[in-house]
């Protein structure tokens, strides 16, 4: 009998991508440990709800502040109208303009309520998915949330159109956040266009969150501008900039700051590399990976895709130091580059046991004594004993 020790302790046909990616069918189990696995499973769902509902806050907040800016400026209207020397015409005409305005209001106001109401009803189908979910059907429920794992990691690449018709094919739109993500891709493309003023919008559009939260993406934006005033050499027009944009920042940012306002003197074409490395390309990706950084925290997304999350908790119990060796089975996914790239920064798996597994057949001889009546059989000189008959052999 040609036996091998399996690097990972476990037989080879547990070490394919479906062990690495937890959510492959369950195989039948005891109910009390589909129970279990069910109420893990509804613990990794943060972010599944969390999202949506950050969406129809933001929706409400920035519809709330449309209503509190019109009534004020009608209200500020009727008043000069009440309180002014006016002629009937003009009163007229004052108040005709007013009218045009509050029906400008129930436009918006309209719009406003069915985006609030499409956002409610996108966290409702979120919470009848997770109410669905039961032993019997959990099958089928981790394969939809595999396709959600893989829309949300789409959507992160910027594989948008895939994205879409993966969700579209398989009637998951209001489980997965296509339209949040549409809306961090016109700031992405702005700023791989190096335009700012998106990105300069939305954060206007969070100011208070972001303060909050102690961002400093605004001020590389302004930073960002303002280097390009310096590129084009229009220096008393980044002076301006400075004083207008910039000096509200010098409390918190002095050394920045100082350091950009430097290359002024320095200028683009600068060999000196601590103001050479502001006017590089790589700023504007930096200030891309920032936007992505900021936009996760402001939904309460985990900052790594969901997919790498889920592959490196199978990696980790696969991942011993054999699985670097050039002897490693072809059918470990730590075979691979991508996959050793995505484990690199796991610890390795503290296997207690391993187990024999035959040379050619790679099943363990467990199994194989399980099948056969408590017999094994040596696929190459077909001698056959009992497995209770087998002594263990340490080998270090």
């Known amino acids: ?45 943060h972010q599944f709800l969390r999202v949506p509902f950050e969406h129809y806050k933001k929706t409400i907040r920035a519809n709330h502040r449309i209503v509190e800016k019109e009534v004020s400026a009608v209200i500020s209207g009727v008043s000069d109208a009440a309180d002014g ?156 900039y400075a004083r207008k944009y910039l000096a509200p920042w010098g409390a918190t940012h002095l050394k920045e700051l100082q350091r950009v306002m430097a290359t002024l003197a320095f200028r683009s074409n600068t060999e000196c590399a601590t103001y050479k490395v502001l006017f590089e390309p790589k700023q504007w990706d930096f200030l891309v990976d920032q936007f992505k950084q900021e936009f996760c925290k402001l939904y309460g997304m985990t900052l790594e895709p969901l997919l790498n999350i889920y592959l490196q908790a199978g990696l980790s119990a696969l991942k011993t130091p054999l699985c670097y060796e050039d002897d490693c089975t072809k059918e470990d996914p730590l075979s691979q580059e991508s996959f050793r790239k995505l484990a690199q920064p796991l610890p390795f798996s503290k296997q207690h046991h391993s187990k024999l597994v035959c040379y050619i057949t790679k099943e363990a001889l467990e199994e194989m004594a399980s099948k056969n009546n408590g017999k094994i059989i040596c696929p190459r000189t077909s001698l056959v004993c009992n497995y209770s008959d087998v002594v263990k052999a340490y080998i270090s």
């Open 1 to 45: 009998m040609d036996v091998e020790m399996h690097p990972n302790g476990n037989s080879p046909t547990a070490t394919n991508l479906a062990a690495a990616l937890p959510t492959a069918t369950p195989t039948a189990t005891a109910p009390s440990s589909k129970l279990s696995q069910l109420a893990e499973s509804l613990k990794l769902e």
């Open 85 to 240: 020397d006016m002629s009937q015409d003009e009163a007229v005409q004052h108040l005709s303009s007013i009218v045009s305005r509050l029906q400008g209001l129930k436009r918006k106001l309209e719009e406003g309520t069915r985006t609030e109401h499409l956002q409610a009803q996108k966290c409702r189908a979120r919470l009848d998915h997770l109410e669905s979910v039961e032993v019997e059907n959990l099958s089928e429920w981790n394969n939809m949330r595999l396709k959600r794992i893989l829309v949300d990691y789409m959507l992160r690449m910027s594989y948008y159109d895939t994205a879409m018709k993966l969700a579209e094919s398989s009637n998951i739109q209001d489980l997965v956040d296509v339209d949040v993500f549409h809306e961090a891709k016109k700031v992405i493309d702005a700023l791989q266009n190096k335009e700012v003023a998106p990105a300069l919008a939305w954060c206007a559009d969070n100011k208070s969150r972001l303060k909050k939260s102690k961002s400093k993406f605004e001020f590389q934006l302004r930073l960002q501008e303002f280097i390009e005033f310096v590129r084009a050499e229009n220096n008393m027009r980044a002076i301006t």
